[in-house]
Nanobody
Framework: VQLQASGGGLVQAGGSLRLSCAAS????????MGWFRQTPGKEREFVAAIRWSGDSVDYVDSVKGRFTISRDNAKNTMYLQMNSLKPEDTAVYYCAAQRGSRWYAHESYEYDYWGQGTLVTVSS
């Protein structure tokens, strides 16, 4: 599967952005999907994940209550709605797909396919 992330940009603190991840292939609905982010010199950090059916989601504590992950299997697309953005949310955001069923896993090695990343910059 090929993944294409989009929707990043520059926003002021307290603002919102919605990231999208478009997937190729007819098996999108079978994959666990996730969002990760990375800043220079740091490890890639788990942000959110969603089970193939959309009925189970998981978030890193720092974004709970502010970010919402969702997916539309008919459109082969996953989303990350980001509200109340903070400067510390600044990072390159990557979408990823997992062939397994470990939607609760936060480790990047659990994921098999990666998009190219989209930059989110939150100014103070």
């Amino acid at each position: 599967v090929q993944l294409q992330a989009s929707g990043g940009g520059l926003v002021q603190a307290g603002g919102s952005l919605r990231l999208s991840c478009a997937a190729s292939g007819r098996t999108f609905s079978r994959y666990v999907m996730g969002w990760f982010r990375q800043t220079p010199g740091k490890e890639r950090e788990f942000v959110a994940a969603i089970r193939w059916s959309g009925d189970s989601v998981d978030y890193v504590d720092s974004v709970k209550g502010r970010f919402t992950i969702s997916r539309d299997n008919a459109k082969n697309t996953m989303y990350l709605q980001m509200n109340s953005l903070k400067p510390e949310d600044t990072a390159v955001y990557y979408c990823a797909a997992q062939r397994g069923s470990r939607w609760y896993a936060h480790e990047s090695y659990e994921y098999d396919y990666w998009g190219q990343g989209t930059l989110v910059t939150v100014s103070s």
